[in-house]
């Protein structure tokens, strides 16, 4: 019976002692997983940096200096492994990547073998030409301004997307957007075609239709009112002057489209001299009737809204007032006008603004 005891106690010793080999295999091996794939494996010391591949440098020899100077040495090590195991050099995906300041090996080489892009917050505000935009456009995104001009001035390129270009800027809604770095010209106003259709709700359609209105037409009004006031108090009286005036069959008469038919916008002061050298423009609105082919600007949210107010006014006219306040005296009559317009020129003289 002695002897039965020992076995089964030599047993149990046997099993702990088992127990504790694997125990400690385990613990060394998650160590040894922990630091050659989860611990902090960045250089850097802000609090993030980002990697960008292009299409045209999408290759090991441009992209393993690149992560050599942000991942540190043993790490780094660690991620030649697993690019030559999971084929990463021949299926590398361009795009921009925002890498933390913690993150570990695992996470770096997941983000860049699946391709998980970091967008860019791309806020758009006011751009009078196609010209602006696509220089600003280009110093976001990887388009050139050339390319993304280019496909804003092609009508067949244009086509694709149902636009031509005198109009393409009215899918163009300032706001702050997410977007992938790598997108090219057609994606890119494919995605402002997308959120413009958003925009265009069937709220905002209704309004547009009330008015008799297309929504490039509210949009075209809307970049001139921008053009002509900052202050939002005043937007939907001014709109509605220019409304007022297309019923009537009157000339706009905006100096702003002066300014674009000329592409000067340091003009102070519109003069026969300047409407007479733009008479062959389109965006002439003194020689010409009706709205002009196309926005002399991208417009606001706020300002398109104002349009849309459809403020009701009898006024025709408006001129700003001779105290240089940023307001403007509206009126219904000619008459009425045209005396503000005398001390209005009377204050440019004092100030002797040509």
């Not at 999971?86 to 570990?104: Q, V």
């Not at 600003?136 to 092609?154: E, P, Q, R, V």
Request: charge should be positive.
């Amino acid at each position: 019976m002695a002897k039965k005891k020992t076995k089964s106690k030599s047993k149990r010793s046997s099993h702990k002692t088992g127990y504790v080999i694997i125990s400690i295999l385990a613990l060394v091996s998650s160590l040894i997983v922990y630091l050659l794939f989860l611990r902090s494996s960045t250089k850097f010391d802000s609090e993030d940096t980002t990697i960008l591949i292009s299409s045209n440098n999408a290759e090991k020899t441009y992209i393993k200096p690149v992560l050599e100077e942000v991942i540190e040495p043993v790490s780094f090590q660690t991620f030649l492994v697993l690019a030559d195991w999971f084929d990463y050099w021949n299926t590398i995906k361009p795009g921009r990547y925002l890498i933390d300041r913690n993150s570990s090996i695992f996470t770096i080489f997941r983000k860049l073998k699946g391709g998980t892009q970091t967008p860019v917050k791309l806020t758009i505000n006011k751009y009078r030409t196609k010209k602006d935009l696509s220089h600003f456009i280009s110093t976001k995104l990887n388009i050139t301004d050339t390319a993304m001009y280019l496909f804003l001035t092609t009508e067949d390129s244009l086509s694709l997307l149902g636009l031509e270009s005198e109009q393409a800027m009215t899918i163009i809604i300032p706001n702050t957007y997410s977007i992938y770095w790598n997108t090219n010209p057609k994606e890119f106003l494919m995605k402002m075609q997308k959120e413009a259709n958003k925009f265009w709700n069937s709220d905002r359609i209704e309004k547009a239709k009330k008015l008799g209105l297309s929504k490039e037409e509210v949009y075209v009004i809307a970049s001139i009112v921008e053009e002509e006031t900052n202050n939002p108090t005043e937007k939907p009286k001014m709109a509605s002057v220019y409304i007022n005036r297309l019923k009537k069959d009157m000339n706009l008469g905006a100096d702003p489209t002066i300014k674009f038919a000329l592409g000067d916008f340091s003009i102070k002061r519109i003069t026969m001299n300047e409407i007479n050298n733009s008479s062959s423009s389109p965006y002439n609105t003194y020689k010409n009737k009706g709205l002009p082919p196309g926005p002399i600007c991208t417009p606001s949210i706020l300002t398109i809204d104002a349009v849309l107010k459809g403020e009701k006014t009898g006024y025709l006219y408006f001129c700003a007032k001779p105290d240089f306040s940023g307001t403007h005296n509206f009126a219904v009559t000619a008459e009425e006008h045209f005396e503000n317009a005398r001390k209005y020129r009377i204050a440019l003289d004092q100030r002797k603004i040509h």
